[in-house]
């Protein structure tokens, strides 16, 4: 009768875990105040950049951080508006997961910062860095802890960054680009047919040397020549290939809905990585798909790394872009190069 009792238990166990998902219960961006038109740029490199930056890239302006403002302001900021949404209260959230490569510190991590602020005492923190894949790859992350143990009901994982700190202010490449957001999100565990589907995460580390900040860590630590020389500020150091996000985009999608049981014009939505408006134009010609299978941010809020796939979701969610039922594909790249890619049921 033990035995019995004991395998029933077993099989019930084993079948609640397999019907165990995680799904997306809220989505919220959050921006800061201070908005940089183009024609900044203009007076500052004393040239004409806002045409090419408009004409080329969408970008008419964006936001940056004021002085005080840092990468943790923006999180919190972002999650409490998700937390209200979703109706989950700080003593709710079983786990943190920020998605940053602006960090409020090198250590400890930003996760344990938007811990103490928000008062979610009982969530345990990381942070993650896989650059702009960064959103997608704790989406994932997230995700599979809720599949895998019981315990994580709530977990906010949150997309951040505050890029305008480390850039300069006399390199046309970099300045006019980047900007500082946050996207949060909630995923809750279900028992409903759906939430998460599955991803793909995959690095091309040959191009690790390409761009980034490469001062203040153990390899170049700052001391005085390195600020001299801005060394601890962004650079691009070697012009990428142009087909490579739309080449590796378009792979790596196919192949996700393909392991999903999907075709691609299942797909209701993808949500991109939105540093090159024409790098998303190519890959969705690519797919056979329209730009109606889209929504982009970055006119208005130009590059906002990890946080641009949760701010253009969450603004596609409030314009009512994205429906019950619908199939979601994010596909995320970034330095490294880090790529990553998910599908959801929303």
Not at 84 to 89: D, I, L
Not at 210 to 227: D, E, F, K, N, S
Not at 251 to 268: C, E, F, P, V, Y
């Amino acid at each position: 009768m033990a035995d019995w009792y004991c395998n029933a238990h077993t099989e019930m166990e084993l079948e609640y875990k397999m019907k165990r998902n995680a799904e997306i219960a809220a989505i919220a961006m959050h921006v800061p105040q201070r908005v940089v038109p183009n024609q900044f740029f203009n007076e500052l490199l004393g040239e004409d950049v806002d045409t090419w930056l408009r004409e080329n890239l969408t970008i008419r302006e964006r936001r940056w951080c004021t002085e005080n403002e840092s990468t943790a302001d923006l999180a919190v900021a972002a999650a409490q508006k998700a937390m209200h949404q979703a109706g989950v209260a700080a003593a709710e959230i079983d786990l943190i997961i920020v998605a940053t490569d602006t960090p409020e510190y090198i250590s400890p991590s930003t996760a344990a910062v938007v811990q103490h602020r928000l008062g979610a005492l009982r969530a345990g923190t990381f942070d993650v860095n896989t650059a702009c894949a960064g959103f997608v790859t704790v989406l994932d992350i997230g995700a599979k802890y809720i599949q895998a143990d019981e315990q994580y009901q709530n977990i906010l994982v949150i997309g951040v960054y505050a890029m305008s700190k480390y850039l300069n202010m006399k390199d046309k490449k970099t300045v006019t680009l980047f900007a500082d957001g946050a996207g949060a999100a909630i995923l809750k565990a279900t028992g409903e047919e759906r939430g998460f589907l599955g991803s793909l995460l995959h690095t091309e580390g040959q191009y690790h040397d390409w761009m980034g900040i490469y001062a203040g860590g153990t390899r170049q630590p700052v001391t005085a020549a390195v600020l001299e020389n801005n060394d601890h500020l962004l650079k691009f150091v070697k012009k990428f290939p142009k087909e490579t996000n739309p080449i590796t985009w378009t792979q790596m999608i196919r192949d996700l809905t393909a392991k999903t049981g999907h075709s691609i014009q299942d797909i209701n939505m993808i949500f991109f990585t939105q540093i090159n408006i024409n790098s998303i134009r190519e890959t969705l010609d690519n797919l056979g798909l329209t730009m109606a299978r889209t929504h982009t941010v970055m006119d208005r809020y130009g590059y906002t790394g990890s946080a641009c796939i949760p701010m253009a979701l969450a603004e596609a969610v409030e314009l009512g872009k994205v429906k019950r039922g619908d199939l979601i594909v994010f596909m995320g790249s970034g330095g490294g190069l880090s790529f990553a890619t998910a599908a959801f049921r929303w």
